[in-house]
């Protein structure tokens, strides 16, 4: 294929995966980020495969960007999976205050009041 083939499926594909993403809906977000994160680590070892076979300083410069790019995506994936997880896990509930802790409370806010009258 020719550079101008190549370019122009990039820019369709980049308008296809656009029109695609911008339809899932929300409850649908996490699983297929971690789809996505799966098929990256993919995309990675094909990288340092494909790194070991290649020739020239650029071509293994443009892989080194390459990977380094994909992995910072990767980590970034996965972080931001594990942190939308951790909103649906149930939280504790909190303690039922004792009378105690009601009559301190009162007291903390007139403390203030008595401060400034005397």
């Not at 994160?37 to 290649?54: F, K, P, T």
């Not at 994936?77 to 951790?86: K, N």
Request: hydrophobic letters at 45%; charged letters at 20%; zero cysteines.
């Amino acid at each position: 294929m020719d550079l101008l083939t190549e370019l122009t499926i990039l820019v369709l594909a980049a308008f296809v995966g656009f029109e695609v993403i911008s339809k899932v809906p929300n409850t649908l977000h996490t699983p297929l980020m971690s789809a996505t994160n799966a098929i990256h680590g993919i995309v990675l070892l094909g990288g340092i495969l494909i790194i070991a076979e290649s020739d020239g300083f650029l071509s293994k410069l443009l892989l080194v960007i390459a990977i380094a790019f994909g992995t910072i995506n990767v980590i970034g994936g996965f972080l931001v999976t594990d942190r939308m997880l951790e909103m649906f896990k149930k939280r504790p509930k909190p303690a039922e205050k004792d009378q105690g802790s009601e009559e301190k409370g009162s007291e903390e806010k007139t403390e203030p009041v008595a401060e400034a009258q005397g």
